[in-house]
Structures are given as structure tokens and as C-alpha cells.
């Protein structure tokens, strides 16, 4: 089925590690984002991408990196994970500027 | 940069009763706008978008929202509350990325809606 899938949608692991969070859309979208959903903040940006090869920093980007060589595709990495990146991982794509964004089911990470 | 105020982090209303969900914006610009939905354990699900062509949008399972630009408001309603409109409801605005092109949504910090029987 079309969509934008991720993966894992849990994941435990300890500090330092390094742990990477899938994202994948079948609709060739342009744009692909990542945000973290905590308690109080609601939705931050983490990065964005507005093209394969293309990709830029959101409102929270520290400890986080991202790659983009397929359209379809838009990993999230953290190099060494820390306690505070516990959170709630939402990938999104959009096909232009004025167009909705659509959500995967996001990755509950916890970081022990 | 834009920002978006949901007035009201939680509202409680009784089944069959009128929903009012209150989002500000912060541009004097007509933009875009997207009413989501997020139910538990769930991304967000697009409830409407505004995009200029009505100031009266309809939406999904009967939620609707008026855009208004002298208040810089898009509240969302629903004439009748069903239990399984209890979800977490976010305003979001189309903003474009400083110093370039591109776009992103700026949300507000969402609102918890609570249906009582």
C-alpha cells in the first residue's frame, strides 16, 4: 500500500549508542521532515529535506543526522544517543509548499 | 517566522455538545493552514486545510473551521461531540524557511479534547 512507513516504532537502547530511525514514502514526494514529539513542546523540527541531496537543519537539530540519497527515503540517526533524545519520532512528506504534510505512525525511543 | 497559539491545552466537552477548538496565527498574510488530529499511539491525520479558495473549510468526520483574517483566527468546531472525537487536535501554518524557498508547518502546542458521556 501506498504510504510513509517507519521504523522501528519501538526501540529501547542506552546512552552512547547510536540508533537509527527509518522513514520511507511511496509517493515521491519532494519534501520529507523529521520532528520529535515531547510533552509541553508539542512537534519540533528536527530536519528537513526538500529534495534528495537536499537536506537543512529545524528547530532542533543537535546530535541528530540525516541523509537523503533516495527520494523515498530519509534516515534519522542519532550518533550517540543521550537521555534527552527520549521521545516520539514522526516522519513526514509533502508534495509542495501548500500542500498538507502526512505522517508515518512514528518511533517511541527510549534512551536508558 | 510564524508562530500559532491553541488557546487552551485541554477542553472537555459532553457528548453532543458543540466542539470549539481556538488557533491564532501570527502572519498578516493570508497562509496555509491545516487543522490534524492525532489519536493515541498514531501520527497525525489531516482533519482540513485552508487554502484560500473559501474562508469556510469542511473537513473530516464533520469538523469544520472559518478562517478568519481581521482576527488571524481558524478555530475549529463540530455541532455535535461523539466520543470518538476524543483525540489531540494541532493547529498548523505553511511557513517558508528563513533565507530560502522552501517550507515548512509551524504547529501549535496542540489542544486535548476529552468527551464525556
Known amino acids: ?112 | 517566522a510564524q508562530s500559532v497559539t491553541q488557546l487552551g491545552s485541554h477542553v472537555s466537552v459532553s457528548e453532543g455538545a458543540l466542539v470549539l477548538l481556538r488557533c491564532n496565527y501570527s502572519s498578516s498574510v493570508p497562509p496555509y493552514l491545516f487543522w490534524y488530529v492525532q489519536y493515541p499511539n498514531q501520527g497525525l491525520q489531516l482533519l482540513l486545510k485552508y487554502t484560500s479558495a473559501a474562508t469556510l473549510v469542511k473537513g473530516i468526520n464533520g469538523f469544520e473551521a472559518e478562517f478568519k483574517k481581521s482576527e488571524t483566527s481558524f478555530h475549529l468546531t463540530k455541532p455535535s461531540a461523539h466520543m470518538s472525537d476524543a483525540a489531540e487536535y494541532f493547529c498548523a501554518v505553511s511557513d517558508r524557511i528563513s533565507g530560502g524557498s522552501n517550507y515548512k508547518l509551524t504547529f501549535g502546542k496542540g489542544t486535548l479534547l476529552t468527551v464525556n458521556p
Not at chain 1, 537509527?20 to 513542546?41: A, E, I, K, P, V
Not at chain 1, 543537535?62 to 542519532?78: A, C, H, I, M, Q
Request: charged share 20%; with cysteine; hydrophobic share 30%.
Open chain 1, 1 to 112: 500500500d501506498a504510504g510513509i512507513t517507519q521504523s522501528p516504532r519501538y526501540k529501547i537502547t542506552e546512552t552512547g549508542r547510536q540508533v537509527t530511525l527509518m522513514c520511507h514514502q511511496t509517493w515521491s514526494h519532494s519534501y520529507m521532515f523529521w520532528y520529535r514529539q515531547d510533552l509541553g513542546h508539542g512537534l519540533r523540527l528536527i530536519y528537513y529535506s526538500a529534495a534528495a541531496d537536499i537536506t537543512d537543519k529545524g528547530e532542533v537539530p543537535d546530535g541528530y543526522v540525516v541523509s537523503r540519497s533516495k527520494t523515498e527515503n530519509f534516515p534519522l540517526t542519532l550518533e550517540s544517543a543521550t537521555r534527552s533524545q527520549t521521545s516520539v519520532y514522526f516522519c513526514a512528506s509533502m508534495r509542495a509548499y501548500n500542500q498538507p504534510q502526512h505522517f508515518g505512525d512514528g518511533t517511541r525511543l527510549s534512551i536508558l
